[in-house]
């Protein structure tokens, strides 16, 4: 990690990917603290509530200085909606919903988070994002709601990173693709050829991922090996 030890916060920290996460950077002791805010922590967050987002931020950074910012949350299914398999199974307040939790909730942590950054020295904020959200990639179609919001996803960062650049020069905003991770989420989509991934292991992945990029990658989409994902 960078040589300012800081404080490390993870949204949605309860889920898979977030709760490995939190505690691979525990055990790496490269920060002088790690935050870990969800659902049913105190705070607690809400993705559609953008009040929620703004005091985790606000909490995170009264206990110093935030130089990594990991928004692990997501949503593709549940008891409610799952993937789209063609046209005919399209409606506008699931996709809408989507959008909300994959998009404008992660897009609002950037608006709460982001200004909180430090202006000098190196910082990260990385968002996971999923190889389905890129277009040049697409060549199964279906899950339309899921690779639209995820696709706008990838928008929001590279814009927000552009406008951090003018104030941070050394921090970077990424979006993140972790692989096929063993989780809840994926569990009923993953094929028997499938590379899948432990969430410990892939927190270790994403974790050295971040590690290694510079500053010029800021806005950038990457997966799980340091890699270029196509937009």
């Not at 935050?35 to 607690?44: Q, S």
């Not at 190889?131 to 060549?139: H, L, T, Y």
Request: glycine residues 10%; aromatic residues 6%; charged residues 20%.
């Amino acid at each position: 990690m960078s040589a300012e030890r800081g404080v490390a916060l993870v949204f949605g920290a309860q889920g898979g990917i977030g709760a490995a996460l939190v505690a691979a950077l525990r055990e790496a002791g490269a920060h002088d603290s790690v935050l870990a805010v969800g659902r049913r922590t105190t705070p607690a967050i809400d993705l559609l509530d953008e009040a929620s987002l703004e005091r985790a931020a606000a909490w995170a950074a009264e206990h110093g200085e935030l130089r990594l910012v990991v928004d692990a949350t997501g949503f593709l299914h549940d008891g409610h909606q799952r993937p789209e398999k063609s046209l005919r199974q399209l409606d506008a307040a699931r996709l809408a919903r989507a959008f909300a939790l994959n998009a404008i909730g992660p897009a609002l942590i950037m608006k709460h988070v982001l200004p909180r950054l430090p202006k000098g020295g190196r910082s990260v904020f990385a968002t996971l994002s999923a190889r389905v959200g890129s277009i040049g990639d697409n060549r199964l179609g279906g899950w339309y709601g899921y690779r639209a919001s995820k696709a706008a996803l990838n928008q929001l960062v590279r814009t927000a990173a552009i406008e951090l650049g003018r104030r941070c020069p050394q921090a970077l905003c990424v979006a993140l693709h972790p692989g096929t991770v063993a989780t809840g989420l994926s569990a009923p989509f993953v094929g028997a050829r499938a590379t899948v991934f432990e969430p410990a292991v892939a927190a270790r992945h994403l974790l050295r991922v971040i590690e290694r990029l510079t500053a010029a990658e800021s806005g950038g989409f990457v997966d799980w090996r340091g890699e270029a994902v196509p937009w």
